[in-house]
């Protein structure tokens, strides 16, 4: 195992460590339970946007703590997910009193406790709305998910909805948008090779020299097949094209209802994309690839999209929702409307985005 | 070779059609020979700056191509140096009337190279001036080198240069700014495992399980020493060290006299690191490595600063001067002053670094 590490127990620590040394005007970080929150928070009359999960997705979550973004992160230990005590204590730290949005995604762990930790938040009377994200196209339930994994949308979801809470959003505005901006991203992943988690020191999965996986999920869960590598162009096409061609997906979620103090189910159903969609094209390194290939991934998809009927209006192109070092990308459609993209467009302060500041 | 690429001899132009399709805001593309270059060149009354190199080192250069940055890049094939009709055509491309400064990396063929295409400018009453990068530590010359090789302070001298040229400088006082820079800046880095150039299809160098090259350049040229793999800590600290000790160094510069209109030879010498020294402090990835684990260098990196009475105020941390998909980092400490940081924090709009606006 090849790693810039101290002792392997020590480092989600010292890069949280890192991160507060480096970005004192964004973000603090608090240890035990660990979370990372807004340097400036709690922000006055604003809903606080918390999102959280295992750590290895660097820059995501911890790295979008910041103006325009999210209000705190909760980071679990690598690939792990985080503790209720860690989503409490953070909403308890960041809550202004207008309330607080969990952005989850879709894994058992971490939908699990992030529903324990709003109970424990209702308790003390904070409002909080729980919102999934679930975009994975390539499988139906996964090693760690029933229903899609929550991937690339995520980053999409958490700026837009930073965004809103800060025009002024109200707790159920932020949770509706939420809602809507998960229901128009899909995703999907690959891999050329895998990564090592620390504690387990060696790599996750074996993938041959020939070979690739599609679908991967972005803790090396296995995906919908493996096959030969071919090339940047095929890659693309058959991954825009499963993200393009989806069907109508319907998912039952559980939401907090405010009025009966209970969780209550949720049938939601997203449209398939239809010529004439104008997107959001995210083209993500899963850490390992550098940018360059992206680009050529990009040229690809922006050819399919069009042949396609589909407008790429903004694009995100980077390592920005990563599984440690493993070499591959993913893609992410979001079809996009007003409100969408005026959030989009709004000032970003983070370590991992930024601009308008 | 596990890479996202089509055909090996169109990886760099489709990585630019890519880079065109997703950018248009901030830059063009020219084919034939290639240049990145700002879509609103030339902007009128400015110098312009350009720089080129390589490709395989992105974001660098032609993700830093737009507003407060460069006004052209010249990108080489993978670890080749660029050839004097892409300098010269780019330089005619982005001219406004007020000059064009050429950033060069030092290694002999981009120097030489960037030479010609200055010649060749002069000859058509275009004003030139080179000004040269050399900001490596570790080895005194090297592969492609003599002298220290031009690296990371390369990222931070084209931000701060862009920014002055954007405010109005001449091309006397930009070449000024840059050469003085440059001579502020100080870098060395290091590999946990080498790169495949697509041309070649397999690694460039070989690492044992349990070894690192410190000191290694990007292009995969041998470093310092290979020792045996240590923590972070250890690794960050050795590194920073050799930058922070590191005594006056000279060397013998070619730039041009516009009055005699000839190049002359001008000795520089850079002072060392001092205590009560504010700094900038870039911790790059050469790839592979993701930020995570930038993070816990810059942790440490911190600590040796202050241990030294260096303050950084500052930071840049990420893969902006890359080697492919190496894995390993690289540290730049650059002196500052109320000139070198009026400009850092100047608005810059590139797909590789972007704030303000």
């Known amino acids: 195992m090849k790693k810039l590490i101290n002792a392997i127990p020590d480092v989600v620590k010292e890069q949280l460590e890192g991160m507060a040394a480096a970005h004192p005007d964004e973000l603090k970080v608090h240890f035990e339970p660990n979370y990372v929150y807004r340097a400036d928070a709690p922000v006055a009359g604003k809903v606080a946007i918390i999102s959280g999960g295992g750590s290895g997705h660097e820059p995501m979550h911890g790295g979008f703590v910041g103006m325009g973004m999210l209000d705190a992160a909760c980071p ?64 139906k339930d996964s090693l760690y998910t029933a229903g899609r994994r929550g991937v690339g949308t995520t980053v999409l979801v958490e700026k837009i909805v930073g965004a809103a809470a800060e025009a002024g959003y109200s707790l159920d505005q932020c949770s509706d948008l939420a809602r809507k901006a998960n229901q128009y991203g899909r995703s999907m992943g690959m891999a050329l090779t895998s990564c090592t988690v620390p504690a387990a020191g060696k790599p996750t999965f074996e993938l041959g020299e020939n070979e690739m996986e599609i679908g991967i999920g972005i803790h090396g869960e296995p995906g919908q097949k493996r096959m030969p590598l071919t090339s ?82 903004r694009n995100l192109i980077g390592p920005y929702i990563t599984s440690l070092e493993m070499a591959g990308m993913s893609i992410t459609l979001m079809k996009t409307d007003d409100e969408i993209l005026k959030f989009w467009d709004a000032p970003v302060k983070t370590p991992g985005l930024r601009w308008g500041v």
Chains 1, 2 share one sequence.
């Not at 709003?118 to 994975?136: S, Y």
């Not at 009966?260 to 899963?286: C, E, H, R």
């Open 76 to 139: 679990g230990e690598v690939f792990t997910s985080p503790t209720p005590d860690q989503m409490y204590e953070a909403a308890k730290a960041v809550n202004s009193g207008a309330g607080v949005l969990f952005l989850v995604k879709n894994y058992t762990g971490d939908v699990l406790n992030f529903e324990t930790a709003a109970e424990l938040a209702h308790g003390d009377g904070i409002p909080v709305q729980n919102i999934l994200i679930d975009d994975d196209v390539a499988v």
């Open 232 to 313: 940047a162009d095929e890659i693309t096409e058959m991954m825009a094209m499963e993200i393009i061609n989806d069907g109508a997906y319907t998912r039952v979620v559980r939401e907090w209802d405010r009025d009966a103090g209970d969780w209550y189910d949720k049938s939601l159903t997203d449209a398939p994309f239809q010529k004439g969609d104008k997107v959001i094209a995210f083209v993500n390194s899963m850490g390992g690839t550098p940018v360059s290939e992206l680009y050529a991934v990009y040229r690809k998809l922006d050819e399919v999209c069009k042949a396609n009927g589909i407008e790429i209006v």
